[in-house]
């Protein structure tokens, strides 16, 4: 029987994906979706070997698409038409998800035979799976180590550049800020409020009204962020809706006043579609041995906290289901 490599003759010339800020694991979960056969399969191939198979058994092959498409045939199916719902035949899956149907007609075979042929083709089903799956693998890395290339790219021109301030809010983007960190660590200066705050449900938001909305939320957020500090407050974003305050110098009950009052200015805004909330966690760097990086994990968990509390308010799924 012929040999074919699946992974290097894989055809689809022009195929690509969309990706936005999802990790990689989840992106393999899903994406599988849009690949159609000829993306992780060379068709010739699969044809060849399919005829040679059919040479040796006696066997007849047909060859559909999840939909039920004809994309191989091997024999007669002269008015067959495929149910890939009520009788699907030998289905061959991807990560989960059934990529192609293979119909086998044995009534050439000899009947001593018939055994064989049928736990033979079972496990060629299992090597297409199989192949069909490094197929995937190799493809879906080569686009995320090439996304991931342009985001450092990207990153390193924006340092090298100067850049400040993140595109969207106008806070301090990741790079930029971690550099002010640093600053605030060798000023030796204490104490020093350390504040995440999180918004509340933005993917509710995003899910519901889409990209525009959700920027438009984030964007709310840090507008009362910056409304509600002081002029020496360090302002960064350091996630998609995640955004880091510190104080240097914070007096007794500032960190705390600072974020009821932001908070309180969320619950006052009013909007048809936005509900603005954010949870915010504080904590405080006292020695000037520690770093502030090393108070982030804390200054999280107490977000954490916060967001238990607020979310399970009375109130609050209705305020943010208004619009719904």
Not at 116 to 125: C, N, T
Not at 155 to 181: N, P
Not at 296 to 305: G, I
């Amino acid at each position: 029987m012929q040999v074919f490599n699946i992974i290097n003759g894989v055809s689809g010339e022009g195929f690509g994906m969309q990706y936005n800020e999802v990790p990689f694991e989840k992106r393999i979960k899903e994406n599988i979706k849009n690949y159609a056969m000829d993306h992780l399969y060379p068709v010739d191939s699969l044809r060849a070997h399919l005829k040679e198979l059919a040479n040796v058994t006696g066997a007849e092959f047909l060859l559909t698409d999840r939909h039920g498409e004809k994309v191989v045939s091997v024999g007669n199916f002269a008015g067959f038409l495929p149910d890939v719902v009520g009788e699907p035949g030998r289905k061959i899956r991807v990560y989960n998800r059934t990529v192609a149907h293979l119909y086998v007609k044995t009534t050439g075979v000899e009947t001593q035979k018939k055994q064989d042929v049928d736990r033979l083709i079972d496990e060629m089903v299992k090597v297409f799976s199989c192949l069909g799956e490094e197929a995937y693998l190799h493809r879906e890395s080569a686009i995320y180590i090439d996304e991931l290339e342009e985001k450092l790219g990207e990153r390193h021109k924006q340092t090298v550049e100067g850049g400040k301030e993140d595109v969207l809010t106008g806070a301090y983007q990741k790079l930029y800020f971690e550099e002010r960190m640093k600053v605030i660590d060798r000023s030796e200066v204490v104490p020093v409020a350390v504040i995440n705050a999180n918004i509340n449900d933005w993917k509710y938001v995003n899910d519901n009204f889409g990209d525009e909305e959700s920027d438009r939320l984030i964007k709310t957020i840090v507008d009362i962020l910056k409304n509600e500090a002081k002029e020496d407050y360090v302002i960064g974003r350091v996630d998609g809706d995640v955004f880091i305050v510190l104080i240097p110098m914070a007096e007794e009950g500032e960190a705390e006043d600072y974020c009821n009052r932001v908070q309180s200015a969320c619950l006052a805004y009013e909007d048809e579609i936005l509900a603005p909330s954010v949870a915010c966690g504080i904590v405080y760097k006292t020695n000037v041995e520690e770093s502030i990086e090393e108070k982030l994990p804390d200054a999280e968990y107490e977000m954490f906290n916060n967001k238990f509390e607020i979310k399970n308010a009375p109130g609050y799924r209705e305020r943010l289901e208004k619009k719904k």
